[in-house]
């Protein structure tokens, strides 16, 4: 999954994409939302939160509601680890009732990684 983690001043932005549906006449069109927070310093520039170690976390919801993805990114907004799990992205799965099936985590270069059992239900309880 791309985003467009660029520097912007004072924003946070949210997207709203359209997801695949089954019947396109007549039923309405499920969203998706992405979220990207970004903090800033007293000087206007992205800086690192403390808590997640990233200064900037987006994140993918399906049209559920449910988190399904949270990634991390530094200053210059390439991806970065996430403080205390050592993730760079986290991707979480659901069945068809919406219930929390699984958590997959990614490095910095997007390869899948494993995870001691701890960082899974970690991972899992944040979602």
């Not at 050592?86 to 270069?109: L, N, S, T």
């Amino acid at each position: 999954m791309d985003y467009d983690v660029s520097p912007r001043q004072g924003r946070r932005s949210a997207r709203a994409a359209a997801a695949p549906s089954q019947d396109q006449s007549n039923a309405p069109a499920r969203r998706r939302v992405e979220v990207l927070e970004t903090y800033f310093g007293a000087d206007g520039r992205p800086v690192k939160r403390k808590s997640t170690g990233a200064a900037r976390v987006a994140r993918r919801y399906d049209e559920r509601g449910n988190k399904i993805e949270e990634a991390y990114f530094n200053a210059d907004g390439k991806p970065t680890l996430r403080k205390g799990l050592g993730v760079a992205r986290i991707a979480w799965r659901y069945d068809e009732r919406g219930r929390q099936i699984d958590a997959a985590f990614f490095d910095a270069a997007g390869e899948p990684i494993q995870k001691g059992a701890a960082a899974r239900d970690r991972a899992l309880a944040d979602a």
